[in-house]
T-cell receptor, first 112, second 112 residues
Framework: SQQGEEDPQALSIQEGENATMNCSYK?????LQWYRQNSGRGLVHLIL?????REKHSGRLRVTLDTSKKSSSLLITASRAADTASYFC????????????FGTGTRLTIIP | DAMVIQNPRYQVTQFGKPVTLSCSQT?????MYWYQQKSSQAPKLLFH???????NEADTPDNFQSRRPNTSFCFLDIRSPGLGDAAMYLC???????????FGPGTRLLVL
C-alpha cells in the first residue's frame, strides 16, 4: 500500500510567491525525503530529514517533520518558473529495508 | 560527472515481444532499484539489488525480471509486454539502502 499521501494534488501560484506542499504517511520512519521531477524526466533528490529532526533548510527550501502527526511539509520560497515540476515525498520505514515508498505527488505550476 | 544512465530513452515494442531496458551507474553504489511510473502516479518499486542480493516486491508480476551482472549494470527484462506495461521505467541507485537515491532519466516504454 502507498505510504505517503500528498496535498494538494496540484498547485498554481504566481512567480515570487511561496509554495507549500504537505505529505502524510502511515508508519514509523527513519527518514523522509523530497524529490522533484520535471515532466518526462527522472527524479532529483532535494532534501532528506531524519526522524529525530524537526526542520531543515536548503537554499530556498524548508522542510518540517512532525512524527507525532506523521506529516511533513515542503516550503519553496520566492518561487521561480524553473520550479514548475512534480514534487514527491518518500519515506524509509524504520525497519530499514533499503526501500523508499513514494507519495502521490504534488504538481506545482509557477505562473510567470 | 558520476551519474546514472538509462538506455534507450524511448522504447517501442510490440505486444508480447520481449524487451530489455538497461541501466548503468558510475557512482559505484551498492544498491540499484527499478521503478515503474505510470502517468501522473508515484513511482512504484518493482525490485532492487543490494549488491548481488535480489529483492522482489510481492506485487511485481512474474513478467518482470532483472539481472545485475556487475556493480555498474542492471537490466530490466519484460518477457511478454502487455498494453498495461506501457510506462516510464526509472532506475535509481543508492550507496546505502534508505538513503538518498540517484535516478536516471528514465526509459519510456510504448507497447503497440
Amino acid at each position: 500500500s502507498q505510504q505517503g499521501e500528498e496535498d494538494p494534488q496540484a498547485l498554481s501560484i504566481q512567480e515570487g510567491e511561496n509554495a507549500t506542499m504537505n505529505c502524510s504517511y502511515k508508519t514509523s520512519i527513519n527518514n523522509l525525503q523530497w524529490y522533484r521531477q520535471n515532466s518526462g524526466r527522472g527524479l532529483v533528490h532535494l532534501i532528506l530529514i531524519r526522524s529525530n529532526e524537526r526542520e531543515k533548510h536548503s537554499g530556498r527550501l524548508r522542510v518540517t517533520l512532525d512524527t507525532s502527526k506523521k506529516s511533513s511539509s515542503l516550503l519553496i520560497t520566492a518561487s521561480r518558473a524553473a520550479d514548475t515540476a512534480s514534487y514527491f515525498c518518500a519515506t524509509e520505514g524504520d525497519f530499514g529495508n533499503e526501500k523508499l515508498t513514494f507519495g502521490t505527488g504534488t504538481r506545482l505550476t509557477i505562473i510567470p | 560527472d558520476a551519474m546514472v544512465i538509462q538506455n534507450p530513452r524511448y522504447q517501442v515494442t510490440q505486444f508480447g515481444k520481449p524487451v530489455t531496458l538497461s541501466c548503468s551507474q558510475t557512482l559505484n553504489h551498492n544498491v540499484m532499484y527499478w521503478y515503474q511510473q505510470k502517468s501522473s502516479q508515484a513511482p512504484k518499486l518493482l525490485f532492487h539489488y543490494y549488491d548481488k542480493d535480489f529483492n522482489n516486491e510481492a506485487d511485481t508480476p512474474d513478467n518482470f525480471q532483472s539481472r545485475r551482472p556487475n556493480t555498474s549494470f542492471c537490466f530490466l527484462d519484460i518477457r511478454s509486454p502487455g498494453l498495461g506495461d506501457a510506462a516510464m521505467y526509472l532506475c535509481a541507485t543508492s550507496d546505502y539502502g534508505g538513503e538518498t537515491q540517484y535516478f536516471g532519466p528514465g526509459t519510456r516504454l510504448l507497447v503497440l
